[in-house]
């Protein structure tokens, strides 16, 4: 099992490594995080909690699934397929389907292999780009009772995000070049944006938001070996032809919880996302906190807010 955990486990919560298949076969590796204290002939509610775009289960989802597993959740984070411990090759490949697709594989593991979980009262949690996927998922798997997001990042509309018309052809025309490349060479092109051991310090020449993300995924901070940051370079394509939340209007009547920092660099796609989202849904502020600090700040993410929002999935 991966080590490198951003967040030592709490004394009194469990965490097991579990593994199970997508609809396609595709193995998913995952941590199970329940209380010791627990009653496993009872049933609790359970939460699946995604990672950041180009992230891994060992960083901002065990600050989560720890700090929940305390307040009497069940709770499952993972691995994208073709990221970190999941199958799925050639690595560091992304894919809007499949990614939302991962929630629902979730969702059949915590309803038919935990039999102290509450297979009617399910949620989930997207960090950053997993926000996207997570309202994806619950658009189409009404087995998903409530959504909550954190910096949210709609990977979609980031992909197109302040390009002309003819700016996003001429990305296309690039991207679909690539493809011969990766064809003849057999392998698709892959430019990590980290190294494999963390810096000391992030360069002042790195202007935002990339020194953002510099501050997190390349210094021990939040640092992992399996994250050097982004997918391989025809992945872009898939995200930008396909509308992650078209139906989010479908998640009605489950709740939609959005949490931002009030100085997110990415709070533009919690605030469209909110707009086009149907009651029941809340916008919720943090206090002097950046895109990153909802990743691993246990002081800034509202733990007690998330505990309230999940308690009345129904």
Not at 22 to 28: F, K, S
Not at 29 to 44: C, E, M, Q, R, V
Not at 56 to 77: H, M, N, S, W
Not at 175 to 183: E, V
């Given at each position: ?6 967040k030592?486990l ?40 995604g ?5 891994v289960?060992?960083q901002?989802?065990?600050v989560y699934?720890?700090?929940?597993a ?13 990221m970190g ?20 594989a ?46 949210m ?29 990766d ?16 810096l000391?310090?992030?360069?002042d ?110």
């Amino acid at each position: 099992m991966s080590k490198g955990y951003i967040k030592k486990l709490s004394e009194n919560v469990e965490r097991q490594h579990v593994r199970f298949n997508n609809r396609y076969g595709i193995a998913i590796a995952g941590d199970l995080y329940y209380s010791k204290n627990i009653d496993k002939l009872k049933k609790y509610p359970a939460i699946i909690v995604g990672a950041p775009y180009g992230g891994v289960k060992e960083q901002g989802p065990c600050v989560y699934a720890d700090e929940l597993a305390k307040r009497d959740f069940i709770v499952l984070t993972f691995d994208q397929v073709y990221m970190g411990e999941s199958a799925g090759e050639p690595r560091h490949i992304s894919d809007p389907s499949l990614f939302s697709e991962s929630f629902s594989a979730c969702v059949d593991f915590l309803g038919v292999k935990v039999n102290f979980v509450d297979k009617n009262k399910i949620g989930v949690i997207g960090i950053c780009g997993s926000g996207g996927f997570a309202l994806s998922a619950a658009q189409m798997d009404t087995r998903i009772k409530a959504v909550a997001t954190a910096s949210m990042y709609d990977m979609t509309f980031a992909s197109r995000m302040g390009q002309s018309p003819e700016e996003i052809f001429e990305t296309k025309k690039n991207i679909s070049k690539q493809r011969w490349i990766d064809f003849e060479n057999n392998s698709p092109e892959y430019i990590p944006m980290f190294g494999e051991e963390p810096l000391n310090e992030v360069p002042d020449d790195i202007p935002e938001p990339d020194a953002e993300w510099l501050r997190f995924y390349a210094l021990k901070r939040g640092h992992h070996s399996n994250a050097t940051g982004g997918f391989t370079t025809t992945s872009n394509l898939s995200m930008m032809n396909y509308n992650l939340l078209d139906y989010i209007g479908e998640i009605s009547p489950r709740p939609i919880l959005f949490i931002v920092g009030d100085r997110a660099h990415s709070r533009i796609f919690s605030e469209h996302a909110y707009e086009n989202a149907l009651e029941p849904k809340e916008f919720y502020e943090v206090k002097d906190a950046e895109h990153i600090d909802l990743y691993d700040k246990i002081e800034r993410i509202p733990f007690d807010k998330l505990e309230e929002f999940f308690k009345e999935m129904n």
